[in-house]
């Protein structure tokens, strides 16, 4: 039996067909739950994946707040950081590295 979530083009599709009778079988009776179980990008969903995604939304955030507060508080002409920009600069990148779907090896 092949294993549906390692494929994920047509082409892994038509090659897993080839080589299994089962799964031919199984999508003449319901083609519908073969290719719903077919594997797709998905984001993880573990402790430590939470944990790092709500270290870096903290870490933006706090960016962001304190830079409003310092151009408030302080004179008009004042400039933000150069580590606040740093901060919300990397903490946007890592979160969009993250959740970025994987890209297709074909």
């Known amino acids: 039996m092949t294993n549906l979530n390692s494929i994920k083009t047509l082409r892994q599709l038509s090659a897993s067909m080839q080589s299994d009778p089962e799964l031919v079988e199984q999508m003449k009776e319901d083609p519908n739950k073969v290719v719903s179980q077919l594997g797709s990008t998905h984001i993880p969903d573990t402790q430590v994946y939470r944990m790092v995604v709500f270290s ?3 870490a933006l955030i706090i960016a962001v707040i ?5 151009t408030y508080h302080e004179k008009s002409d004042s400039q933000i950081p150069d580590i606040l920009i740093a901060t919300a600069s990397a903490a946007v990148g890592a979160l969009a590295g993250l959740l970025a779907p994987q890209p297709n090896q074909e």
């Open 56 to 58: 870096l939304g903290a």
């Open 66 to 70: 304190g830079s409003i507060l310092i």
